[in-house]
């Protein structure tokens, strides 16, 4: 079966990157273009990200989950840590995530290093969580093969009993990863296929640089 889709273009005129007004810093600028996402009406969910890693059997493997947190030292997301990605970040914790705002024509990739945050952060993020999804961590053994009629609804229900009239606690294989950015790539959608990409990397020193790259 053929599918030609050498037809789908997309013109991309609505913006542009300011190479004088850039911050010194990628996780401010980061912060800008994430804000701008974020109040967009036609992003439904603009801390979707595409993570990228290396698995078991030497493959890259992309997903998609939700950033939860940003700050100063990188990027926080959740996880099953016995999950394919939790299994791959134990050998390998170099990790990509990846941000497309089709809306504003923009995305950003960011190269970093993953590490677990401490056991406190993760069991505060755990405690905020609907008590649903709270109930879903422990019932679900990810990315294990399971049978094709297992019933989760019959375990959902047994744990219900279980922490019934009291708070769940957070199971100890599921918590955080703190991504710490390397490199931190913008890029900006443009006329004529000619994108504006800037590309933040740290130097030996631990200091941010910015390099503008060709499309």
Request: charged share 30%; proline share 4%; net charge negative.
């Amino acid at each position: 079966m053929k599918q030609d889709l050498s037809d789908k273009r997309k013109v991309y005129n609505k913006n542009f990157i300011d190479f004088n007004d850039l911050k010194t810093n990628p996780l401010d600028q980061f912060k800008i273009w994430y804000d701008e996402a974020a109040k967009n009406s036609s992003i439904d969910e603009a801390n979707a990200m595409t993570i990228s890693t290396i698995e078991l059997d030497g493959f890259p493997r992309n997903r998609v989950v939700l950033l939860k947190e940003f700050n100063s030292e990188g990027y926080i997301f959740y996880t099953n840590y016995n999950s394919d990605k939790g299994k791959a970040l134990e050998v390998n914790s170099s990790i990509c995530l990846s941000f497309f705002w089709a809306a504003l024509q923009r995305q950003v990739i960011i190269k970093g290093i993953a590490e677990k945050v401490d056991e406190k952060i993760s069991d505060e993020y755990f405690a905020t969580r609907p008590r649903e999804s709270q109930i879903g961590a422990w019932a679900s053994p990810q990315s294990e093969f399971i049978a094709e009629n297992h019933d989760f609804e019959k375990v959902e229900n047994e744990l219900k009993l279980k922490f019934e009239n009291e708070e769940i606690p957070r199971p100890k294989h599921w918590g955080g990863y703190l991504v710490k950015p390397v490199e931190v790539e913008f890029w900006q959608g443009r006329p004529s296929r000619l994108h504006d990409r800037i590309l933040y990397k740290k130097n030996i020193n631990g200091e941010w640089e910015k390099f503008r790259q060709a499309p």
